[in-house]
């Protein structure tokens, strides 16, 4: 069982690692928030996961699985809420040049 939870911390600390070179690399705000959003979304939940799995199965990994259902629900949604009121407040997407 200890070998599933670090698979599943390895592969939150992969995704996280990931989207925050993609927050340095990518050239606009919208391009950095599909990264963010994406990348840790899904790293932090593997994470606790692996937390939950590492932890057995009891009232605290049961408090872990809300907590990974709840992350799953709110940061898609403060994604598209950020960029929404981006693109509102006149934030323009990035366009290759020449284009």
């Excluded at 939150?12 to 919208?30: E, H, L, M, S």
């Excluded at 049961?62 to 929404?84: C, D, E, Q, W, Y």
């Amino acid at each position: 069982m200890k070998f599933v939870a670090l698979f599943f911390l390895l592969g939150g600390f992969f995704f996280t690692t990931v989207a925050a070179i993609g927050v340095i690399r990518f050239p606009d705000f919208y391009t950095r928030l599909h990264a963010s959003g994406k990348g840790d979304t899904l790293g932090v939940a593997m994470s606790i996961i692996g937390l939950a799995i590492y932890n057995g199965f009891n009232l605290i990994s049961l408090k872990l699985m809300f907590i990974v259902v709840f992350i799953f629900l709110a940061n898609p949604i403060g994604t598209h809420v950020l960029s929404r009121a981006a693109y509102r407040s006149g934030i323009k997407p990035w366009v290759r040049k020449g284009e």
